[in-house]
């Protein structure tokens, strides 16, 4: 227990929130600090605005812009404006080569990128083979940088794992997984980001997702906290449905809020922490509840209880 030094007010400080998948042109992000997010990873976005940002809160990392193949996912969508899709037609790592894998990673490299991302939706428009992939993955590899990947549609989930991507942007929900699958991704170290609440109007999606994230994390598999903010209409900040549905997918208790305070794709955020009012719950069963009362504050403004 810790108290707030202005406030007297007593209560829990954790480690900052962190949102993992949010598109920050699509939402209003001055709200997310007192909805209890610290941090958030953008998951496709224009680079040149990205870089341009200053400090503050959130803090926010980012992949820039979306890779995909010339007339795929998300390419031509209203939400998705020219700025944040970059198309890849040749597997050439040299720099400058036009449509070239290295071109690609090194724009948005150079725009201070964190991760990047790539689009594998065969259920909207072609997908990368299976060469030009392993080619953005070396090329992300040069620079030091994990490799995010929206999967999409039958054996997308597979491309992915064989190429050697590092992070889910989603829990596949197109498909079932098979055993094997989940098995290797969770062996091969691969990170979900959960994203179940997206799918709360189909049921299908729903129940497949939850079925293979629950598949993950029974063989291992490391989870995010994330939303997809800017998908739909939704609160800002932690979203109950979001802690509800992992809850649902055996990601419980401590493993909930280290799926929350994870700092990926960067190691810490600092100056901040995440406070939540009261004593924290006797029950695991109340652990998804308790956490949407969450705040950000200043680090520097508690006074921690040692008894």
Request: hydrophobic residues 45%; aromatic residues 4%; proline residues 7%.
């Amino acid at each position: 227990m810790c108290r707030r030094a202005l406030t007297g007010e007593t209560g829990v400080s954790l480690p900052p929130f962190v949102d993992h998948h949010v598109h920050l042109h699509l939402i209003d992000e001055h709200t997310l600090a007192e909805g209890g997010i610290a941090g958030v990873v953008d998951l496709g976005g224009d680079p040149v605005e990205l870089a341009r940002r200053g400090d503050g809160l959130p803090h926010v990392a980012y992949a820039g812009a979306f890779l995909t193949p010339v007339g795929g996912y998300p390419s031509g969508r209203g939400w998705a404006p020219d700025a944040i899709v970059r198309t890849v037609t040749d597997v050439s790592l040299h720099p400058g080569i036009p449509g070239g894998a290295g071109t690609a990673v090194d724009e948005q490299a150079s725009f201070g990128a964190s991760v990047i991302k790539v689009a594998l939706n065969a259920s909207a428009g072609p997908v990368f083979d299976a060469r030009t992939l392993d080619a953005i993955v070396a090329a992300a590899r040069i620079h030091d940088l994990p490799v995010v990947a929206h999967v999409e549609g039958a054996g997308m989930t597979a491309l992915a794992l064989d190429a050697g991507v590092d992070v889910l942007a989603h829990t596949p929900f197109s498909e079932a997984l098979d055993a094997a699958v989940v098995a290797r991704a969770a062996a091969s170290g691969q990170r979900w980001i959960s994203t179940l609440d997206i799918h709360h109007a189909d049921p299908v999606g729903a129940r497949t997702a939850s079925a293979n994230l629950a598949a993950f994390v029974a063989a291992g598999g490391s989870v995010l906290y994330g939303t997809d903010l800017g998908n739909g209409d939704r609160p800002i900040g932690v979203l109950a449905g979001e802690l509800t549905a992992l809850d649902h997918a055996a990601v419980r208790g401590g493993a909930l809020v280290d799926a929350l305070c994870d700092p990926w794709p960067v190691t810490s955020i600092t100056g901040v922490s995440t406070f939540i009012p009261g004593p924290p719950p006797a029950s695991l069963d109340d652990v998804a509840g308790w956490l949407v009362g969450a705040t950000v504050v200043p680090s520097e403004e508690f006074i921690h209880d040692d008894h």
